[in-house]
C-alpha cells in the first residue's frame, strides 16, 4: 500500500476484555515494528519481525501481550485481560529491510474505561 | 541500552525564527531518523540521516556521527511547524529504533 495504514483508529475497551490492533505494512517491507506512546510520552518499543519472526519481543511489557505478523504482511497485537493502565496509542512502522528508514502508521488510540 | 537525549525539552517561537534542536546518544548509533509529530499524533518522517547533511526546503539537519550528535535546523519558522520533533536512532544489535522524549515546539502567529 501507499502506507502503513493501522485499524481501528480508536478503540474503546471495557477493563478485563481482550482487543486486536492490526496493522498493514508498506508492501514490501519485511522489518516491522510496533511502539506504545503514553499520554505526552516518547514511544516505548514492544516488538520487532522480520519476515514472520519476531527476534525481539524484550518490549512487550507483560504475558498479557503477544503479536503475530503472516505472510510476511499483516501484524496483530492482541492484548488480553486489559488493564486502565493498557491505555496508550499504539504505533507500527515499517522498513524495506533492517536498519533503513522506518514509516509509521497513524496509530491506534485504545482507551481502557 | 542506547540513550538519546534531546533539547530543548520545549521551545517556544515567535512565527519567522529560526531555531536549532539538538539530540545526542550515548553510544554510536545507525540509522539517525527525525521526526515531527503533527497535532493530530502521526509521525512524519522528516530526515534519514545517519551523517552529514541534509536540506529540505526551510529545514535542514546535520548528523556527526563521530561526536554522537545530530541538529536539526528550522528556518523561518511557521505555526504548522508546531509539534513534536522526535530523534531516534538504532545502536549496536538493535533492530529497533530507540527514540528521544522529544522537542515539544510551539510557533506563535
Known amino acids: 500500500g501507499a502506507g502503513v495504514s493501522q485499524s481501528p483508529s480508536n478503540k474503546v475497551t471495557e477493563k478485563g476484555k481482550d482487543v486486536e490492533l492490526r496493522c498493514d505494512p508498506i508492501?514490501?517491507?519485511?522489518?516491522l515494528y510496533w511502539y506504545r506512546q503514553s499520554l505526552g510520552q516518547g514511544l516505548e518499543f514492544l516488538i520487532y519481525f522480520q519476515g514472520n519472526s519476531a527476534p525481539d519481543k524484550s518490549g512487550l511489557p507483560s504475558d498479557r501481550f503477544s503479536a503475530e505478523r503472516t505472510g510476511g504482511s499483516v501484524s496483530t497485537l492482541t492484548i488480553q485481560r486489559t488493564q486502565q493502565e493498557d491505555s496508550a496509542v499504539y504505533l507500527c512502522?515499517?522498513?524495506?529491510?533492517?536498519?533503513?528508514?522506518?514509516?509509521f502508521g497513524q496509530g491506534t488510540r485504545l482507551t481502557v474505561v | 541500552g542506547i540513550q538519546v537525549e534531546q533539547s530543548p525539552p520545549d521551545l517556544i517561537l515567535q512565527e519567522g525564527a529560526n531555531s536549532t534542536l539538538r539530540c545526542n546518544f550515548s553510544d554510536s548509533v545507525n540509522n539517525l531518523q527525525w521526526f515531527h509529530q503533527n497535532p493530530w499524533g502521526q509521525l512524519i518522517n522528516l530526515f534519514y540521516i545517519p551523517s552529514g547533511t541534509k536540506q529540505n526546503g526551510r529545514l535542514s539537519a546535520t548528523t556527526v556521527a563521530t561526536e554522537r550528535y545530530s541538529l536539526l535546523y528550522i528556518s523561518s519558522s511557521q505555526t504548522t511547524d508546531s509539534g513534536v520533533y522526535f530523534c531516534?536512532?538504532?545502536?549496536?544489535?538493535?533492530?529497533?529504533?530507540?527514540f528521544g522524549s522529544g522537542t515539544q515546539l510551539t510557533v506563535l502567529p
Open positions: 512502522a515499517s522498513s524495506f529491510q533492517d536498519l533503513t528508514e522506518a514509516f
Open positions: 508492501s514490501g517491507h519485511t522489518a
Open positions: 531516534a536512532g538504532n545502536s549496536g544489535s538493535a533492530r529497533q529504533l530507540t
